[in-house]
C-alpha cells in the first residue's frame, strides 16, 4: 500500500463529509488508501485518480451498496456503463447481457 491522498476544503470552516478507504486503479491495478470529499467523489462519479499511473481510473475497493445481489463483470469489476447499445464494462472493455450478469453472481 503506497501514498495517502487527502483533498483539502478550499474554506476551512465548511465542513464536509469524506469517504475514505483502499482505492484500486482499474488500469494498473495500484492500491491505495484514498480520502475523498463526499462532493467531489460524487462530481467525479466515483472515478478516482491514480497515484502512481495518473490515470483517472481509481474506485474504491469496497463500497456502500444496497442489500440484494450485485452484478461483478469476471475482470473483477463493478462498474458497469449500460448504453442504447447495451451494457459493457469499462475495465476490460467486454459486452454483456444482463441475464448473464446475475448468472455470474449466482455461480451459474
Not at 495500484?30 to 481509481?58: H, K, S
Amino acid at each position: 500500500m503506497g501514498k495517502v491522498l487527502a483533498f483539502v476544503a478550499k474554506k476551512k470552516k465548511e465542513r464536509i463529509s469524506d469517504f475514505s478507504g483502499i482505492a484500486r486503479c482499474m488500469e494498473c491495478k495500484y492500491e491505495w488508501e484514498a480520502v475523498i470529499p463526499e462532493e467531489l467523489f460524487e462530481e467525479n462519479d466515483g472515478w478516482l485518480g491514480c497515484p502512481e499511473c495518473g490515470m483517472q481510473r481509481g474506485r474504491m475497493k469496497h463500497h456502500m451498496e444496497n442489500s440484494g445481489v450485485h452484478c461483478v463483470c469476471r475482470c473483477g469489476s463493478w462498474a458497469f456503463h449500460i448504453t442504447s447499445e447495451g451494457i459493457y464494462c469499462p475495465n476490460c472493455y467486454t459486452w454483456h447481457e444482463l441475464e448473464d450478469l446475475w448468472g455470474e453472481q449466482n455461480g451459474d
